[in-house]
């Protein structure tokens, strides 16, 4: 049985569970997914660890931050949440967006000093290979949003709504966007805008990179360049898996993880 809990950091609370026994593991989840996504990691490890499994604000059950955040944000968040487990050292397991607060936080003196080892499946925060499409789509966007640019504030603000209603607008933004709104789309603009390519060489912990052969959200490409960018990790490829290589091969990437934290 795992327990529910509620860790609280500048009056944002962050949802979590408890699972398992051994060494501190913190597991964080990827953008637009939940501590349920990963829930079957941490049992499948929890002969061997502790489990703590967020909800990053905004996601499952953790409310939304009441402004939009950035990835040093959510770093400022974990940071903290592991701080609160008196003192110990833990290991991290992250996926996706996961991935970028974690680049961020290796990279700090407080993670050097309190997070062992790292694991990372899918990670996100490389700049990524952009296709000819994608360029069509982003000046497309900029020059249906000029006209608006030059209204007043309050004018602004009512016009752009109408423009991000409207099916063409909607065709240009990624599927994760078009579902956003608020705070955590602004939160998504700061996230995808900001490459963490500079955070690698600043990063000493050993690293196991695990990645879905098949991952078209996070490509292979980009756990590659991890790899090349911090000195003391390794990239394994799980075959005929995808984004959710945890989900797609649970034995598997069960098997992989318990060796490397073992």
């Not at 499948?44 to 944000?73: C, K, M, Q």
């Not at 995808?192 to 690698?200: G, I």
């Not at 000493?204 to 490509?219: C, I, K, Q």
Request: hydrophobic share 40%.
């Amino acid at each position: 049985m795992s327990e529910q809990n509620v860790f609280t950091y500048q009056d944002q609370k962050i949802a979590f569970e408890k699972v398992g026994e051994g060494k501190p593991l913190v597991i964080l989840h990827g953008w637009g997914s939940s501590k349920r996504v990963m829930m079957p990691v941490a049992r499948n490890l929890a002969h061997l660890r502790t489990s703590y499994v967020l909800d990053l604000p905004g996601f499952g059950d953790s409310p939304e931050p009441s402004r939009a955040w950035s990835i040093d944000d959510y770093a400022d968040a974990v940071e903290a949440f592991i701080a609160s487990l008196n003192g110990k050292k833990t290991d991290v397991l992250v996926h996706s967006f996961g991935g970028r607060v974690m680049l961020k936080l290796c990279a700090r003196d407080f993670g050097k000093a309190h997070i062992d080892k790292v694991l990372i499946t899918g990670g996100a925060g490389m700049k990524p290979k952009r296709s000819v499409k994608f360029y069509i789509r982003k000046y497309t966007a900029k020059i249906l949003k000029t006209p608006f640019m030059i209204l007043p504030g309050s004018l602004r603000e009512k016009a752009m709504g109408w423009l991000r209603s409207t099916s063409l607008w909607k065709s240009l933004g990624s599927s994760d966007y078009s579902k956003l709104s608020g705070v955590m789309r602004e939160t998504f603009v700061k996230s995808v805008t900001e490459y963490l390519e500079s955070s690698l060489p600043q990063i000493s912990h050993e690293v196991l990179l695990l990645w879905g052969r098949n991952d078209d959200a996070t490509p292979v490409y980009q756990g590659e360049r991890i790899e090349k960018g911090i000195k003391n990790a390794a990239l394994v490829i799980i075959e005929d898996a995808g984004h959710y290589a945890f989900l797609d091969k649970p034995k598997q990437f069960a098997r992989i993880a318990e060796a490397f934290f073992k």
